[in-house]
């Protein structure tokens, strides 16, 4: 890039990489700074669900979650496939509002749900198997002409003396540029085990800090699930077993599984997302962080609305 770019993004995990390609495929000059490689982010670690979309009409998270899988669904995308799966919880008459919204979407008979739940219901959505996506979303946002760098920015007044609009995509990293003393790490056990013939997902309702999720994704599964607050990523063997234990009570198969990968991931954990801009000196910084868990389901409607936002003043817009 010859030309001084127009925006500069902040981070290239999900909503880095999917903002940065809103804004490039919009005409603008894009430059993507970041501390790690996508394949490195917090991104990379996601079990990525997509879905359901069980936030209330007005709610912001409802219509990017909605943008989102239109995206997904609009054409095929490297590592993005849509599966069958199951959504339970231990109480009965737990089926959440919205709910009955969802593809493929049927309540489960006594006889057909898992034994401890009182309530399961069957849907059809997108799982997202993350490393072949982020590297798939690099390509496009390189393809649309932004350039990538790994670089991270000292703060936000270093960022802007590199574009006039800046993108805040850094995830928790954003703590230390913006002092959001409301985002803080969500330490989440990430398992992953050769796929011994699994098609469906299972997901339970995370209504306590350890449930059972099952992302089958072709040779692999991802199993988790578990939410604390914590910034250790040290994987910790009580913690597998204990994960392996919840997912194998659902799926007997998974008791042989070979263990491939054990890692842990620090969600960017918020009361709601932050996509809101303010300027700063002669720039604009237009902040897209603090999704939690949902990063990958808030993925492209975030995009699409701190890409406008950017564009509404950058100077191609």
Excluded: K
């Excluded at 003396?161 to 056990?189: E, K």
Aim: net charge negative; aromatic share 4%.
């Amino acid at each position: 890039m010859t030309a001084r770019p127009d925006v500069v993004v902040l981070g290239a995990g999900v909503s880095g990489l999917s903002t940065g390609i809103r804004l490039a495929e919009s005409g603008a000059r894009v430059l993507v700074r970041t501390a790690a490689p996508p394949a490195r982010t917090t991104s990379a670690l996601a079990s990525a669900l997509v879905g359901p979309n069980l936030s209330p009409p007005g709610d912001p998270q409802r219509a990017w979650t909605d943008e989102t899988l239109r995206v997904l669904g609009a054409e095929p995308m490297p590592g993005v496939t849509w599966r069958d799966g199951t959504l339970a919880a231990r109480p009965e008459g737990a089926t959440p509002p919205y709910a009955e919204q969802t593809p493929g979407f049927r309540q489960l008979d006594d006889d057909e749900r898992p034994a401890g739940f009182g309530t399961a219901f069957t849907v059809r959505l997108p799982l997202v198997d993350m490393p072949v996506y982020l590297a798939y979303l690099l390509e496009r946002l390189r393809a649309a002409g932004a350039e990538a760098g790994q670089e991270p920015v000292g703060s936000l007044d270093e960022a802007a003396t590199l574009a006039p609009v800046v993108v805040n995509c850094a995830g928790l990293a954003a703590r230390t540029l913006t002092g959001d003393t409301g985002l803080y790490p969500v330490r989440g056990p990430r398992i992953v085990v050769r796929n011994p013939g699994l098609e469906r997902f299972f997901m339970e309702a995370p209504m306590a800090p350890a449930w059972a999720s099952i992302f089958p994704h072709g040779d692999h599964v991802v199993l988790g699930g578990g939410q604390r607050r914590s910034d250790d990523t040290t994987p910790d063997s009580a913690e597998e077993a204990d994960v392996l234990a919840r997912c194998v009570a659902i799926e007997p198969a998974l008791a042989a599984a070979e263990v491939l990968e054990h890692t842990v991931g620090l969600r960017p954990g918020r009361v709601a997302p932050r996509v809101a801009a303010e300027p700063r000196g002669d720039a604009l910084v237009v902040h897209n962080y603090g999704h939690a868990g949902n990063g990958v389901m808030l993925s492209w409607g975030c995009a699409r609305a701190a890409a406008a936002l950017a564009l509404d003043a950058a100077p191609t817009a």
